[in-house]
């Protein structure tokens, strides 16, 4: 507190001889001004930045959010909100980088800061990310404020008809690991309990834990046991195949459909749902003490290993699928590589092979067990065999699959490569199909990969030379191994993701040097001082009523995000189908959720620094 400052004023001559003093006494000399004061020094960068943080906090809380919820993107006059697709005005989104991410980021700001308004902002936001979660404890990709008639006549008009979007065309009432959408909001409420002890948080994080628990397949399922569905609860009513509208338009030899029903009863890797569950519930035993979550971590590594699938026909072919199935299914084993969506065919995948391998290095690390390594060779040998890599000329085969080194997809005991297809201008004339041939293939879902063998090779071989007492050093800090509570890393959305070995005793998740230039074009790009733009990644079709039945045998949609007018999908406005009425034309500046987390990291890494 300021101490206030008295100025005593001389006393004039005849209040001194009301106090007994001679008229005839000394005369004294008037005043001195008193000295101007000094001019307030400028603020300092970190002023400036923190004010920053605060206005486009305050101004995303108040007025951008509704009841505290987001979705991905707002046009300046908040007239058009848009998720994974065109939004309602009274929805929020929950897969990041929605709801929970900027939850994440206001929480950040609140450590860096102490600043109680940025605290205010994270308990507003994951207020309303407690108010969406399912009664079963998980989250729905969206939830709408206006309910359960408003979210279902949006499945009904938006959701059903974009086209590649297939995990929207069908509303199951239940919620999901996809994206990360359960994973992200579980964090953010377990975060905001240690915060403050808030009991709402309290009460919402114990639920999303049981939801994980019972979602978790049992060991009544054998070799599916400790894995995850992608979503949960069942829903009976979950389809089981896609349309096939004007099949005569398949290539011969060509396979198409959804070819193991939908993939909610499916053991998942897609998006890394079972990296995410394990690191929440690792966060849960390292922070709360949850010890008796330790058997289905456990259960859950060892059923990724399990899980790793290798060809009677093809011994070298040695990998993951997106999902398997979680029990015999048409004569096909448990475990067996599945496919889901009808763009992902079955086979295995060189992207969630790279993932899992990565993991299961991370899953030795935790626990010091080497059967967690024992089986790894086996993959990273499969990812460099040579019929599984793309061609040396495949920019000139097809340009969208430049710079990446393997196919996506390998099919089963083959080991060929298969590339993803579909005909049509709309989800009801058109279908998704996959077949060898590597030219015209679909934009949206990449049929290649960029993989780093030789990096998943090295890292494999400095974990296998570890000597014992190094093993038991390592794992002597693994937070696993936590016997008081430990902090969690200070920021969650402010640098990158949180991983396991951030969760560590005695780990640094540093921040990046940002420079105070940076910090002043930042500052200098909030609008009227409120709110950053960016140009938009995606824009809609806006929804016009189902799409036409009748054939369309034209190439304008193959490999393009989004099919006729009547596709809501989202698309690149500069790269439009080329044909009538689509135009290119310039990104649209937006409000953005990706962009505002980014923008608040840098300026939260520039002001509070962890080096």
Known sequence: MKRRQFAIAALSPVALAACGGGGDGPSFPPPAPAPAPAPAPPPTAQATAAAALKQATS??????????????????????????????????????????????????????????????????????????????????????????????????????????????????????????????ASQLMLRMYLEKRDPVYQGATDKAIKFITDAQFGPQFGVADGGWPQRFPHNPNSITSMPLPNPQQLPVGA????????????????????????????????????????????????????????????????????????????????????????????????????????????????????KYLSQLQKAIDWLKSPSIQLPANVATLNPLLAGRNVATFIELDTNEPLYIHRYGSNIHNGAYFFDKDITNTISH????????????????????????????????????????????????????????????????????VVPESEVQTIVAALVDGKYWTAPVPEIVNPYRGNGPTTPYTGTAYRSRHVGDVYDTSPYPADVPPDIAPYVKREKPQFIITSNFISRMGRLISFISPVA
């Open 445 to 512: 879902y990449s049929s290649g990969r960029s993989v780093d063998a030789a990096a998943l090779q090295k890292r494999l071989d400095d974990l296998n030379a570890m000597t014992q007492a190094q093993i038991d050093a390592m794992v002597a800090k693994s937070p696993l191994k936590a016997t008081t509570p430990r902090a969690l890393p200070k920021y969650f959305a402010a640098v990158r993701e949180v991983d396991f070995p951030d969760l560590f005793e005695g780990a640094l998740m540093k921040t990046p």
């Open 59 to 184: 101004y995303m809380d108040e007025v951008v959010s509704f009841r505290g919820g987001y979705v991905w993107s707002y046009s300046p006059d908040l007239t058009q909100t848009f998720g994974e697709m065109e939004a309602k005005r009274t929805m929020l989104w929950l897969q990041p980088p929605g709801t929970s991410s900027i939850g994440h980021i206001y929480l950040d700001a609140y450590h860096a800061t102490g600043d109680e308004r940025f605290y205010q902002a994270a308990d507003r936001t994951a207020k309303a990310v407690a108010a969406a979660q399912h009664s079963s404890g998980g989250w729905n990709y969206i939830y709408d404020f206006a309910g359960e008639a408003s979210l279902q006549h949006w499945y009904e008009t938006v959701g059903m008809n974009g086209w590649r979007l297939e995990e929207f065309q069908h509303y199951y009432g239940n919620a999901t690991f996809d994206d990360a959408t359960t994973a992200v």
């Open 255 to 370: 396979r198409a459909g959804m070819e193991d029903s939908d993939y909610t009863l499916h053991v998942t890797f897609n998006d890394d749902v079972m990296g995410e569950n394990i690191k929440f519930l690792t966060m849960c035993v390292m922070t709360l003490g949850r010890t008796d979550l330790l058997p289905n971590i456990t259960r859950a590594m060892d059923c990724m290993q399990r899980m790793q699938w290798t060809s009677a026909a093809q011994p070298l072919q040695s990998g993951w699928s997106l999902q398997h199935l979680s029990r015999e299914t048409n004569g096909r084993p448990a475990g067996a590589p599945a496919g889901a969506r009808s763009y992902e065919p079955r086979s295995l995948a060189t992207h969630t092979t790279q993932t899992n391998i990565q993991q299961l290095l991370g899953y030795f690390q935790l626990t010091g067990d080497k």
